[in-house]
């Protein structure tokens, strides 16, 4: 299971592939997608991670 469906979070995608990350929000799919909020779960979820690594 991915990241992302652990969060149940989404990123919009660019053509090139890139994320967009810039803190605008985009529309894809009928729903906003505000990239700052999809950045810090991002981070939550990280540290989440490196705490359980390091208990």
């Not at 810039?22 to 979820?45: C, H, M, W």
Request: glycine share 12%.
């Amino acid at each position: 299971m991915s990241p992302d469906e652990l969060m149940g979070t989404r990123t919009a995608r660019v053509s090139e592939g890139r994320y967009v990350l810039s803190g605008s929000k985009r529309k894809r799919g009928g729903q906003a997608t505000d990239s700052g909020d999809v950045l810090r779960t991002t981070i939550e979820y990280g540290n989440e991670q490196l705490n359980r690594i390091a208990e």
